[in-house]
């Protein structure tokens, strides 16, 4: 059955023409939610449900007594869904499973085309798996963003990135479960030096066996709730 938009969605798609048609970019000011509504030629609340669907795929940032901004989700061809599925073993071994089919590939053609600079950040990125999981948010650089951004391809790094932003969620419950901080610090300091070395098939083994490793952790720890095994429960 073909999927029926709806007028916020339409709305939100010709808000972003309207934003490149003006060659707005990231931190530019868009015109008040009224102007928008005239333009448009819809409500002020039809508009706001239009803008903030666009919040949530961080195309604008509506900023609370200043305005709406254009965010840096314009220039991304990956978009998050605000959808959020309930967090379970399940979707967690999910995640688990996305990563081991990407990200491998991706370490070797990283390996492939590293620059100076993206093996510097790279790096300093490495040392984020010493540090306590975060609750609410990521490191500022994470290892496995920077990897993919070493290919040279945005897309991939955004890939990479929309995907552990999607599930942010399942991604922190796999750092709070798999709690080896100084093996997950070793794991990335090889990978990092596979890279550094141009070893595409090493970067690859071992981007392999470390999610692998973490994948095998989470799926033999027991759940908190037996449900949760098969997906039941949100945790």
Known sequence: MPHITSLSERL???IVEHIHASQL????????????AERFEVTTPTIREALRRLEAARVVEMRHGSGVYVADGLTRSVMS???QPPITLRSILELADARLSLEPPIAARAAE???R????????????ALVDPPR???PALHFHTQLAACTGNPLLEQTIEALLSQRMGEQMEIRLRFDDRER?????????EAVRSRDADRAAELTRAHLQGIRDAIATSAPADPQDADGGEQR
């Open 81 to 83: 869904n605000p959808h």
């Open 25 to 36: 970019q990231p931190g530019d000011s868009l015109e008040p939610s009224r102007s928008l």
């Open 12 to 14: 939100a798609q010709s």
């Open 184 to 192: 997950d610090y070793a794991e990335h300091l090889e990978i990092l």
């Open 113 to 115: 085309h590293r620059t």
């Open 117 to 128: 600079e993206g093996l510097s950040l790279l790096t300093q990125s490495a040392s984020n």
């Open 136 to 138: 609410r948010a990521r």
